[in-house]
């Protein structure tokens, strides 16, 4: 099992960024995909962005695509979400998650403990 912590989470205005990482207890992070889902309250858990085993292959739910950029340092086994030009509808707790991919909850065994998003108007 793969242990997970996420940091960088916070208050930020509309507009503004957040970058997120989360830290992999073991080197096996690297033969896996990683991923960040949100979850608003009231709402179900929905995928953010997917990042492939080399890094090379990313996924980005429509709502995001062209304002994050989710990363992966296989050596420092830690996986970033770079959020730009946030909007008050992407508060969220955020987690990060290890598993199969796909942009099911389902295909994640390991998940993170969340970190606070919060975008004010």
């Known amino acids: 099992q793969v242990q997970l912590a996420e940091s960088g989470g916070g208050l930020v205005q509309a507009g503004g960024s957040l970058r997120l990482s989360c830290a992999a207890s073991r080197r096996t992070f690297s033969g896996y995909v990683m991923a960040w889902f949100r979850q608003a309250p009231g709402k179900e858990r929905e995928v953010v962005a997917t990042?492939?085993?080399?890094?090379?292959?990313?996924y980005y739910a429509d709502s995001v695509k062209g304002r994050f950029t989710i990363s992966r340092d296989v050596a420092k086994n830690t996986v970033y979400l770079q959020m730009n030009s946030l909007k008050p509808e992407d508060t969220a707790v955020y987690y990060c998650?290890?598993?199969?991919?796909?942009?099911?909850?389902?295909?994640?065994?390991?998940w993170g403990q969340g970190t606070q998003v919060t975008v004010s108007s």
């Open positions: 990042i492939a085993r080399s890094g090379g292959n990313t």
């Open positions: 998650a290890v598993g199969l991919g796909g942009s099911s909850s389902r295909e994640y065994n390991d």
